[in-house]
């Protein structure tokens, strides 16, 4: 990766400079290129792309390979990075550009073949460069890859083309896959079992994808080869949650002996429709959803649907049984006895609930927390499976238990009656993640059961987009020990300062700031991520010093290297640490000078959330800078 903080600070007096530059020309228009002093001109704009696509969630074997094709139909627009809109240049050759324009127009080509890129003059400012495939993205089609890309943002300085020792800016732009890639492939042994079928009838095995508002069926030979599937990324890349993607299996499944198929004596009577769905959440661009699906099945009529996402979901098990499927099956019947009376009865179709152990009751002991790792081995984590044709709305708990601290700790939290609301608001946040498919504690959750020994129950209210609602009693058995965490958080201090007030950062003093953010953890942090709110700069902005408004510093990924030059991320990294820094000093004089770029002045807040085994805290650095 480029020397970031080098590059940044580079990027910072470039800016201040054009500013400078801009201030002197004023209002008048400039005179033409020729004369050279009203515009600057910047060199060509080399254009790849990037035809690897990385599989979900997953780190390719080798970089992505990088080539030049033909790209000459590929359109450019250069866009004033200030007002965010496309500008018009005009060639060294006198040829003004539209607003959007083919790479071809910034060439000319010699009888002889020979290719000559082309200047462009433009007015001093920070521009960034967008290249795109002709045409528009499809919500859904076959063989149907579309690229596009952006630059980062540069500073044009105003120079004549001809001034002794200048070198114009060069734009790179490099295209990335815009949509996303999918394709299903069924096993053999799947297929076997699910009754052959005309293409027409709806009986037949079939994968229906479905991502927005897009779907495209897969019929039961597709494979991870053909057909290649792109969806449109209909969330858009600034998106923080992406897209969801529903995967719906469907057929006509042989409930009989699978040996009857084989041997070629199988009862058509014992066919019966079948329909299993998952759902893919964070789904987005760039990404390909290598989706396989298998099936286990044994003697007793229960069946397992095997869902494996390529890097991303592995090996992630549904068990069902087939008679849920059934909708013209005696219940009580196929299933044996009927379940006991409830207070709430259950609507049949509601999602069902159940630990990850596939029971209704977990246990947590002191065993689990390795108090010499300073980590929680294992954290309980719960599965919400809605029927096919629905989805998970909303679901809360209602705990009650033998122990009246517990019970007195849930009231001073603010639970009414025990009542904590989970999704899609999550009222126990700093304790556990909530998302449409599981529940599952955070290190402070699991901390924080384990201060209450004895056992708790959580009654889950789950509903369904169709307002089913199911009513599931799951018991927590708590033992306690001696090496429970303490429960009260990392510490998050300014070194020198204080955090809870905000500093007024200016061009004096932004050289010379120390901000040290000081951490410290009784058992060693486990999470720690930063989110970068301000009223001037946006995605964009914090993009071009390779920053993002959210950050996971645990697992920072293609951020790592910058974040080490910036200083806000040490060496060896935050986890599992005892003590630590996160230093935002270095950044400082580039975030004014980013504020005078903008010409405005503006409220810039890091707001840090560390967590380890005994709780989770937060705390605002709040910085006013002036322009």
């Given amino acids: 990766m480029k020397q970031l903080f080098k590059q940044s600070l580079l990027l910072a007096a470039a800016l201040a400079a054009a500013a400078c530059s801009m201030d002197k020309i004023g209002s008048d228009d400039p005179a033409g290129p020729e004369e050279g002093l009203g515009y600057l001109t910047i060199g060509g704009v080399a254009l790849n792309v990037d035809t690897e696509t990385t599989t979900v969630g997953g780190t390719p074997k080798a970089a992505p390979a990088t080539r030049a094709i033909d790209t000459d139909g590929y359109l450019i627009s250069i866009v004033d990075a200030a007002t965010d809109t496309p500008v018009q240049g005009t060639l060294d050759n006198g040829t003004k550009l539209d607003a959007e324009f083919t790479y071809s127009s910034l060439f000319t080509t010699t009888t002889e073949g020979n290719r000559t890129a082309h200047l462009i003059a433009l007015r001093p400012g920070s521009y960034y460069v967008t290249a795109r495939q002709p045409g528009a993205v499809s919500g859904v089609a076959a063989d149907a890859p579309y690229y596009s890309g952006k630059s980062e943002t540069k500073a044009v300085l105003m120079k004549k083309k001809d001034d002794a020792g200048y070198t114009p800016a060069a734009f790179a732009v490099t295209c990335k896959l815009a949509n996303i890639k999918t394709t299903v492939e069924l096993t053999a042994p799947l297929k076997e079992v699910f009754q052959p079928a005309a293409s027409t009838d709806d009986s037949r095995l079939k994968t229906v994808v479905t991502v927005g508002s897009n779907s495209y069926t897969f019929e039961k030979d597709a494979t991870h080869t053909e057909p290649l599937v792109y969806f449109k990324d209909e969330a858009g890349p600034e998106s923080t949650a992406g897209n969801e993607m529903k995967i719906v299996l469907s057929g006509n499944y042989y409930t009989g002996d699978p040996a009857d198929i084989a041997a070629g004596t199988a009862d058509p009577a014992k066919y019966k429709h079948v329909s299993m769905t998952k759902t893919l959440l964070h789904v987005r661009a760039a990404q390909w959803h290598r989706i396989s699906i298998d099936i286990d099945h044994n003697t007793t009529g229960n069946l397992q649907f095997v869902f494996t996402v390529e890097s991303y979901v592995y ?270 000093s270095k950044f400082l004089y580039l975030l004014q000078l980013l504020y005078n770029q903008q010409n405005t002045s503006g409220n810039c807040d890091f707001v840090l959330t560390a967590t380890d085994a005994g709780g989770t805290t937060q705390k605002t650095v709040m910085f006013y800078v002036e322009k």
């Fill in 315 to 584: 090996d992630d098990t549904i068990d069902t049984d087939v008679t849920t499927f059934y909708a013209d099956a005696d219940v009580e019947d196929e299933i044996g006895e009927e379940e006991p009376d409830k207070p709430e009865t259950s609507d049949p179709d509601a999602p069902t609930v159940l630990f990850a152990n596939g029971t209704a009751a977990y246990t947590i002991t002191d065993a689990m927390y390795d108090a010499d790792m300073g980590q929680w081995n294992e954290l309980m984590t719960i599965g919400l499976t809605p029927k096919a044709d629905a989805s998970v709305a909303s679901y809360y708990a209602v705990f009650t238990s033998d122990n009246a601290d517990f019970r007195q700790a849930l009231t001073a939290a603010g639970y009414t009656d025990g009542k904590v609301e989970l999704y899609p608001a999550n009222g126990a946040e700093s304790y556990c993640k909530a998302d449409a498919t599981q529940l599952k504690t955070k290190p402070a959750g699991m901390a924080g059961l384990l201060k209450y020994a004895g056992t708790h129950t959580m009654k889950l209210v789950a509903k369904d987009s169709k307002g089913r609602t199911s009513y599931t009693t799951l018991t927590i058995t708590v033992g306690g020990g001696s090496s429970t965490p303490s429960g009260q958080g990392p510490t998050v201090v300014w070194e020198g300062g204080n955090i809870d007030e905000r500093f007024t950062l200016t061009a004096a003093n932004a050289l010379t700031t120390s901000c040290r953010i000081l951490l410290t953890s009784a058992t060693g942090l486990t999470e720690l991520t930063a989110d970068i709110n301000s009223e001037v700069l946006g995605a964009d902005d914090l993009q071009s010093v390779d920053l993002a408004q959210h950050i996971d510093l645990m697992n920072p990924g293609e951020l790592a290297d910058g974040l080490k030059q910036l200083g806000l991320l040490p060496e060896d990294g935050y986890k599992g640490k005892t003590s630590s820094v996160f230093d935002i």
